[in-house]
Structure formats: structure tokens, C-alpha cells
């Protein structure tokens, strides 16, 4: 069993930015990879960004450049810099732990508008 607490989320202008922490509690040395995933509302969810083990980083094209993923060990955390958001950025971004199982958090809610 592996929990997951998301923060970091909030309110900020476009061109903000925003740091996303997820806590990882729990049986982590099951923790394949990690990931961050977003649903705007009346979409599907999507990948955002993910981390392997070894550290190897997966983006989705519209965060390219402007959000980047990191893993910590020591502290058990998983954190989602997020730099020069956009409007469309706008959705509840969900913190995901893969051990062969899919674990997720609550969700924390990220709102990008002026």
C-alpha cells in the first residue's frame, strides 16, 4: 500500500508559477515510477509528467519547457515545478505512484487565470 498527499496547489496569474509536492507514504520501495496527471473539467485525465526510479523524466507535449518533474528519495517526495502556466493549465493535477498498481492522490486544484 502506497498513500499519497498532494499541495501546492492555488491561484496564479497567467505567466505564474506553481511548485506541486506530493508526500509518499507507505511501502515506496514498491514505487516503480511517479507521475503527475491533470483533468480540467469535462476532460479526460492526462499525463503530465513522470519519473522512473532511475530517474529517467516522461513530458506530454504541452508542458515541454515549462513544468519540470523530481523525484527525492531521501524525503519520500515527488515534487511539479510549473513556470510560465497558461490558462489551459487550468485542472486538478493528481499526484500517481506505479508499483504494478496504480496509487493516486486526492488531487489538488491548480487555477491559472488574471
Known amino acids: 500500500q502506497v498513500q499519497l498527499e498532494e499541495s501546492g496547489g492555488g491561484l496564479v496569474q497567467p505567466g505564474g508559477s506553481l511548485r506541486l509536492s506530493c508526500a509518499v507514504s507507505g511501502n515506496i520501495f514498491s514505487i516503480y515510477a511517479m507521475g503527475w496527471y491533470r483533468q480540467a473539467l469535462g476532460k479526460q485525465r492526462e499525463l503530465v509528467a513522470a519519473?522512473?526510479?532511475?530517474?529517467?523524466?516522461n513530458y506530454a507535449d504541452s508542458v515541454k519547457g515549462r513544468f519540470t518533474i523530481s523525484r527525492d528519495n531521501a524525503t519520500n517526495t515527488a515534487t511539479l515545478q510549473m513556470n510560465s502556466l497558461k490558462v489551459e493549465d487550468t485542472a486538478v493535477y493528481y499526484c500517481n505512484a506505479d508499483t504494478g498498481v496504480d496509487y493516486w492522490g486526492k488531487g489538488t486544484l491548480v487555477t491559472v487565470s488574471s
Open positions: 519519473i522512473s526510479r532511475g530517474g529517467r523524466t
